[in-house]
C-alpha cells in the first residue's frame, strides 16, 4: 500500500530540529529563560538579566 501525499503539504513534525526558542518564566521575584533544546537560565532577580543569559546562549 501506498500513502499519497497532497502536493504542497510537508510532512509535519512534532518537534523542530535545532532550534532555539527561548520562553520565559517567572518563580515568585525570579525569572529565569528556559531554551526548546533543553536549556535553562540561572534566575535572575531581573527579567532584563535573564532575557541577557538568553541572547548569550543564542548567540552560542
Ligand atoms: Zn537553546
Redesign the pocket.
Known sequence: MQQENRAGVPPQRSAPPE????SMAEKGPFCSAA?????RGPARRARSLARRDAAA??EA
Open positions: 532550534e532555539h526558542l527561548i531554551c526548546t533544546c533543553g536549556w546562549h543564542q
